[in-house]
């Protein structure tokens, strides 16, 4: 069974500092890897998405990277600000299993002005 | 605006009550999934509709019966539900099954006494 673990579990900085989120996965025979973002009490948004074969993805200030053979991703936050406050979230995907995410419990950002 | 609704967004039932959530996409997608987010674990995928078909059952005990009379609306039946059954359902759509990425509704807020 997938078995994924996200570090921190919890993270307060000031704004402006550049973050690394961590994410680790047992089985590295994955379809690709979800990051999602979770405001308190509300669904989940999908920040970024990296296939199997790919090394990273961009989007704005985040960036994700992947290292399938480690069992290995992290989102990089550049340039905090106190609206990135919130959970973050990383799901793994298998191919085998269609449409079944496996997910880690988060990371619950704070960013203080 | 993900696309996704849910409704209601809070509920408090009894043990003995019968209750159902609804969600709704607008998104054209062919794929829906419910998912619980309790407290003590990470987010749970209990089903998989792909084409208004079933295709997965997380083991779910059988006081939730899902139903998707076609590929935009699927509900989640519940009856004489335990207290820890409380938790948020989140419902989620995607383009088809195949570990495409995953779009989430605000989720219900579910309290069972």
């Known amino acids: 069974k997938q078995e994924v673990t996200q570090i921190p579990a919890a993270l307060s900085v000031p704004e402006g500092e550049n973050l690394v989120l961590n994410c680790s996965f047992t089985?590295?025979?994955?379809?690709?890897l979800q990051w999602f973002r979770q405001d308190h009490g509300k669904g989940l948004t999908s920040l970024l998405l990296?296939?199997?074969?790919?090394r990273e993805q961009t989007s704005g200030r985040l960036n994700a990277s992947l290292d399938k053979s480690s069992g290995r991703s992290t989102l990089y936050i550049a340039a905090s600000q106190p609206g990135d406050s919130a959970t973050y979230l990383c799901?793994?995907?298998?191919?085998?299993?269609?449409?079944?995410?496996?997910f880690g419990r988060g990371t619950q950002l704070t960013v203080w002005p | 605006e993900t696309g996704v609704t849910q409704t209601p967004r809070h509920l408090v039932m009894g043990m003995t009550n019968k209750k159902s959530l609804k969600c709704e996409q607008h998104l054209g997608h062919n794929a829906m999934y419910w998912y619980k987010q309790s407290a003590k674990k990470p987010l749970e995928l209990m089903f998989v509709y792909n084409f208004k078909e079933q295709t997965e059952n997380n083991s779910v005990p059988s006081r939730f019966s899902p139903e998707c009379p076609n590929s935009s609306h699927l509900f989640l039946h519940l009856h004489t539900l335990q207290p820890e059954d409380s938790a948020l359902y989140l419902c989620a759509s995607s383009q088809d099954a195949a570990t495409d990425t995953q779009y989430f509704g605000p989720g219900t807020r579910l309290t069972v006494l």
């Open positions: 799901a793994v995907a298998r191919g085998s299993t269609l449409g079944r995410l496996y």
């Open positions: 990296i296939q199997s074969s790919q």
């Open positions: 089985d590295s025979a994955i379809y690709n």
